[in-house]
């Protein structure tokens, strides 16, 4: 597993640049557009700027879009053009072995993109409490939840055009309705519920509380870590099992 | 085959292998075994079952009948330990096109938990034995198809292997390309590493196996070494009419006393003899497009396998 995860590792850093500020652009840029131009019209949300409600669930986005698109894009050129997972498979590493390390990678690269949008918010002005570090498990929870969606993608997938489902109909409605913009009391129940359990929102309302030492309501708290441990077995597990199917006859 | 060989350790042992994909049966029980130090080669028209034979070795395809044993590890519990101690030259180059040749090297043996001095030191025998020391830093887009070749080749070996698996290894090479990497595997058969070959080359299985397999249909339908092969089944010599095909009674009237064994292509008859036949030597005189060679691999392989092409 770890072989899979230092060799993609190993490519990464020979175009670490490109890489990370494609990964970064959008997060980076909702941040000023919304934070900065909206946020001057907005009154304050939950005893907050405008600026400060979003910041902590741009982090969480950031994770998110760079796993995803890892686990898509890259995963799955790995799995086609490149014939790299064959040549993997060759070797005494098992395909079990190839979708955790895959999924690994996938993390690794969501919480660096996470953990560099996170250190660039005193930029903004959003300074964090030193407790928010404790958040980084949780990002990397969030970045597995999300390249195991991505590799299950990959595993169904013919070509690259598939993915403009899994961006179009998954990632961006999860980047929208999942309460980075707005809080998701503004929603009238039951789909305010929904809402709330989807993947990413769940991350959103720990990204925001750690951020801001809102630990007050403990039980919600561990019901959103239980709930992304939930959603990162789950969603690994079913990766793997889809990865496997493909690639073993 | 000498009391020696029969002595060997067995390394591979398959028995009564089958493979269903879907309706497709594309393995139809099949046997294989090869002892140490061996180069068994398996021949067959594209389709025929080789390559997924190698994948079921590779635990890539999953048999869906028989048995597996490599080095006396039983598949497919013993699926991993036995691929720590494979090389594979595939078909297909998957050779990793972010890397540099040598980092390929380097990555790969990480695969096999080979520590980086090792694999460092390794990578550099290989490079030398293959003849890339000079393209170490290049990118694999950059190599020839020879020196891709060569790199896979490397790779197969860098966990010191105690059974090389070659999927038709000089596929598309030009001839002198070839012979770099057919002097290689004849080195490394010297030093008595034991093969798997799977081949579309006559020539190249004349030279490295020990002993034929020819699969077609996903049935073995012929085995024994190269040489004893083409004697038993189709004799010595051929003699090609270009334009016999219509003076087969004839001819074969005229050759009655004689071993022979005849074939008709299109227009074209073969007569394959067992041992010397005088009369054949004098009616060769009376016909203008007759040519008189000796058997070869090729012959008996089109021979059991039929003239016409396969894929249609």
Redesign the interface.
């Given at each position: 597993m770890f072989?899979v995860w230092?060799?993609n590792l190993?490519?990464w850093l020979?175009h670490l640049q490109a890489s990370l500020i494609g990964n970064l652009g959008q997060p980076f840029l909702f941040l000023l557009a919304m934070g900065y131009g909206l946020g001057k019209s907005v009154p304050e949300i939950e005893g907050m700027t405008y600026l400060q409600f979003i910041a902590p669930g741009l982090v969480a986005s950031a994770v998110m879009y760079s796993s995803a698109f890892e686990a898509t894009y890259g995963s799955y050129t790995r799995l086609s053009t490149?014939?790299?997972f064959?040549?993997?498979?060759?070797?005494?590493?098992?395909v079990y072995e190839l979708a955790l390390g895959e999924i690994m990678w996938g993390a690794t690269k969501g919480l660096v993109a996470g953990l560099i949008m996170l250190l660039t918010l005193p930029l903004f002005g959003v300074f964090p409490l030193v407790s928010y570090v404790s958040v980084i498990p949780i990002l990397f929870l969030e970045g597995a939840i999300f390249a195991s969606m991505g590799l299950i993608m990959t595993a169904i997938a013919t070509n690259y055009d598939f993915f403009n489902y899994f961006t179009s109909l998954v990632i961006t409605p999860f980047f929208l309705f999942s309460g980075i913009f707005f809080s998701l009391d503004a929603i009238t129940s039951p789909l305010k519920e929904a809402l709330s359990v989807m993947p990413l929102a769940n991350v959103v309302i720990l990204s925001r509380n750690l951020c801001y030492g809102k630990v007050g309501n403990v039980e919600e708290m561990l019901f959103e870590v239980i709930l992304t441990i939930i959603f990162t077995l789950f969603f690994g597990a079913l990766a793997t099992y889809l990865l496997k199917k493909r690639?073993?006859? | 085959m000498g009391f020696k060989e029969q002595q060997g350790e067995v390394v591979l042992d398959i028995k009564g292998l089958k493979k269903v994909?879907g309706k497709r049966k594309v393995l139809k029980g099949i046997d294989v075994s090869l002892k140490k130090g061996e180069c068994l080669a398996l021949l067959g028209p594209n389709g025929a079952g080789k390559t997924t034979t190698i994948?079921i070795l590779?635990?890539?395809?999953?048999a869906t009948e028989g048995s597996i044993r490599v080095f006396d590890l039983e598949y497919p519990k013993g699926l991993?330990?036995a691929?720590?101690k494979m090389g594979?030259v595939?078909q297909?180059?998957?050779?990793?096109?972010?890397?540099t040749v040598f980092?390929n090297l380097i990555?790969?043996a990480?695969?096999?938990?080979i520590s980086k001095k090792v694999a460092r030191k390794r990578a550099e025998e290989l490079l030398e034995f293959f003849a890339l020391k000079n393209r170490r830093s290049e990118i694999i887009q950059n190599l020839s198809g020879g020196q891709r070749r060569r790199l896979l080749l490397a790779r197969a070996l860098i966990?010191r292997p105690e059974l090389i698996i070659l999927d038709e290894p000089t596929i598309g090479l030009d001839p002198q390309a070839r012979l770099l990497i057919w002097e290689r595997l004849s080195d490394l058969k010297e030093k008595g590493t034991t093969m798997l070959l799977t081949s579309h080359y006559m020539e190249e299985v004349e030279r490295l196996a020990d002993k034929v397999i020819i699969i077609d249909n996903g049935t073995a339908i012929a085995r024994g070494t190269p040489k004893g092969l083409v004697k038993d089944m189709l004799g010595s010599e051929i003699v090609e009419f270009s334009d016999g095909a219509n003076r087969l009674d004839e001819i074969r009237k005229y050759l009655k006393g004689c071993d022979i064994d005849t074939e008709i292509f299109e227009n074209r008859l073969f007569v394959y003899l067992k041992d010397g036949c005088k009369e054949l030597d004098s009616l060769i005189t009376s016909f203008s497009h007759v040519t008189k060679r000796p058997a070869t691999l090729e012959d008996l392989f089109l021979r059991l396998t039929g003239r016409k092409l396969r894929e249609t």
């Open positions: 072989q230092y060799r190993k490519v020979k490149q014939g790299t064959e040549a993997i498979l060759m070797t005494p590493i098992s690639l073993i006859q | 994909f994948r590779l635990g890539i395809v999953i991993k330990r691929k720590f594979v595939p297909m180059d998957n050779l990793d096109p972010d890397l980092e990555v790969y990480n695969y096999f938990r966990n």
